[in-house]
């Protein structure tokens, strides 16, 4: 836990009735606190009104081992400013470190709520490499800000860090901040998806202009998956479909064949409604088109697609699985080997570059299960913790949010399906490596992979305005930021009281996750599987 050497301060200037900060450190650095500054409020020039409940801010780096502890640090060349400016901070020299994964509450006083722009300048080193990393809290800015350390005296590469600090409970988290756009590369190819933490959106296309209980996400499906989102939810209206002719039924010789008709459209709807009310329909096809050019670009990724039958269609479900094994998944070859069609869930290996399909309709008689992607078409409808027949997902989808006042009860639902995600995954982490290979138990069986859980954090009422999306995702996502960050992984503080220590937090399905920039909710999904790294 170490401790910590303070120089002493004006009992006025600090009073005692102000908490001191709790450090959680999420990465699989060792960080030690070298240095604190507190920026007095009537000297600090940056005004900001106050801040919500989570705040990120990326961590500067310093350049060089810091050996003077009443002299400020040198920072990199975008971060000098901060230090020049003249300032009457006061520097608490301080020796805390804090191992991977533990917490440390400190003697070092919070942020003065009632100084609106007293911030502390925290100064923490890399004990493997001597690097200093730098955050000012509270953050001026509502973005997760990922700042690439450049610094002047070594050549050596640094690491990134995030900071998000909770100013309700004067307790700073710090996440390792892979880059967004490639965090699976990261990690180990012989882990299953079930062993990850994963981002996801709800209702996915729906970032456009349409009815608020229609609309759930802020920004496009590209921005989502440039910012670490790899689960998307899609609903399809189907027309009805009749295939082409079989062959006893072609035409006679020298009879010229006609063209193969263009693949049926399918639009992307949200229940009975398109998802935007202005200019043409959005159509799945275009859909499919940003996901190639997305695992084109970065064949480390895998994006798992779950799709849905909705809308006024007269299609069926056997219509729909007939147009996109036809035309989409195995149409003309182009884009087969885009998709992860089997049953099983799979490792990274075998995900990386391709669309792992979630299926939620039922299919055909030709179609075989083998082709038919991992099988939810026995979705269990509003429930807080239920299981898909074939049993290889299991679902927290409770959306039946009648009033502002049930919202606490669909975070608890949420975040007991966290540890239920976190505790079955425990063991599987260690066993990764054997997971690739189909390798047979003495009976002649398969390892049996836990399924995928996946839990959604939305939820809506048609008839209530205070339970529309956006409504309820601005109470939603604050609180999990707060979970992911204090509770998660932490022995007997969850709804369960489960010892679950290092575990993933499976499928976390949101609603308007980027709005104004903010990554912070994604950033702490993403975080946590840094815990699987020091598994490797």
Request: glycine content about 8%.
């Amino acid at each position: 836990m170490g401790f910590i050497f303070s120089q002493p301060v004006a009992a006025a200037a600090l009073p005692m009735a102000l908490p001191t900060l709790t450090i959680r450190n999420l990465t699989v650095t060792t960080l030690e606190l070298k240095l604190v500054e507190r920026l007095d409020s009537h000297t600090h020039p940056n005004s900001h009104k106050p801040e919500p409940l989570a705040k990120t801010k990326a961590l500067a780096p310093g350049s060089r081992r810091f050996h003077d502890a009443d002299a400020p640090p040198t920072l990199s060349s975008t971060q000098e400013h901060d230090y020049d400016r003249p300032s009457s901070a006061r520097r608490e020299v301080t020796g805390v470190t804090i191992q991977p994964f533990t917490e440390c509450r400190t003697r070092v006083y919070a942020p003065n709520p009632n100084h609106r722009h007293e911030q502390l300048r925290l100064t923490f080193e890399d004990t493997g490499t001597g690097h200093l990393y730098s955050a000012e809290i509270p953050a001026s800015s509502r973005r997760s800000i990922v700042l690439k350390p450049h610094p002047k005296d070594s050549e050596q590469e640094t690491k990134e860090f995030t900071a998000i600090y909770l100013a309700q409970h004067a307790y700073l988290a710090l996440f390792s901040s892979a880059n967004l756009s490639t965090w699976m590369s990261t990690l180990d190819r012989s882990l299953p998806l079930s062993a990850l933490s994963i981002p996801g959106t709800h209702n996915s296309p729906t970032c456009h202009v349409a009815l608020p209980s229609v609309r759930c996400q802020a920004v496009s499906v590209q921005e989502q998956l440039n910012n670490g989102v790899r689960f998307l939810d899609v609903r399809v209206s189907c027309p009805v479909y009749k295939p082409n002719p079989p062959p006893s039924c072609s035409p006679p010789n020298n009879t010229p064949t006609p063209p193969l008709p263009p693949p049926p459209e399918l639009s992307l709807v949200h229940s009975a409604f398109p998802i935007s009310l202005t200019g043409r329909n959005h159509h799945l096809s275009d859909l499919l088109t940003t996901l190639y050019t997305f695992l084109s670009t970065y064949p480390s990724e895998t994006i798992l697609l779950s799709l849905k039958r909705e809308g006024i269609g007269r299609g069926t479900d056997h219509h729909l699985s007939q147009i996109l094994h036809m035309h989409y998944i195995n149409g003309g070859g182009r884009h087969k080997s885009k998709w992860y069609t089997s049953p099983r869930i799979p490792t990274l290996a075998q995900a990386r570059g391709r669309i792992v399909l979630v299926r939620r309709y039922h299919l055909h008689p030709s179609i075989p299960a083998s082709q038919g992607g991992i099988d939810g078409s026995v979705w269990p409808d509003n429930v807080a913790d239920g299981t898909c027949g074939s049993g290889t997902i299991r679902i927290q989808d409770y959306y039946g949010v009648g009033s502002g006042a049930e919202v606490q009860r669909k975070l608890r639902f949420a975040q007991e399906g966290l540890q239920r995600a976190a505790a079955q995954a425990q063991g599987l982490v260690g066993a990764a490596s054997r997971m690739p290979g189909e390798e047979q138990l003495p009976d002649g069986g398969v390892p049996q992979m836990p399924p995928l859980f996946i839990n959604f954090l939305s939820a809506s009422n048609f008839f209530n305005a205070n339970c529309w999306p956006d409504r309820i995702a601005v109470k939603m996502n604050p609180s999990m930021i707060e979970y992911l960050c204090m509770s998660h992984g932490a022995p007997g503080k969850g709804p369960g009281k489960l010892d679950i220590g290092d575990s993933p937090t499976g499928i976390v399905v949101t609603d308007w996750v980027g709005h104004q920039g903010d990554w912070d909710l994604v950033r702490c999904i993403v975080g946590w599987n840094a815990r699987l790294q020091l598994r490797q």
